[in-house]
């Protein structure tokens, strides 16, 4: 499977709340890094992540950008009810995704649109 097919289907598997996919589309030395986790393991991801959703509406990909054995995408979306902007970075190893990083980012609205000026 293509890295770019792998990933929206792994998106699509948390909106349609699909463990098995996720189970079976990452390698057994998994792990999962944000701001708040370190290298999570999929039974911690799992736990943390995958048990605190309830809800995922369709994702907007806005950005996907491919490296050969890393991915950037860049999406909007609502997850339990919130607005989200995020960036997560794939790693892949042998056909299946080995990490995640996510850099989590500011919803879209009308604060995000604003710029600072840097010369005040």
Known sequence: ??????????????QERDWDFV????TDGFTFTS??????DKREYKQKCWDSVKEIEAFDFVTFMENGKEAFVRYKGRINGMSVQ????????DGKIKEITVFFGRPDDAKSNERIDSST
């Not at 097919?5 to 699509?12: A, I, S």
């Not at 189970?23 to 990452?26: F, G, Q, R």
């Not at 701001?35 to 999570?40: A, I, S």
């Open 1 to 14: 499977m293509e890295i770019e097919t792998l990933v929206k289907k792994m998106f699509l598997a948390w």
């Open 23 to 26: 189970e079976n589309a990452t």
């Open 35 to 40: 701001m708040y986790d370190d290298h999570l």
């Open 86 to 93: 995020n960036t997560e970075h794939f790693v892949f190893e």
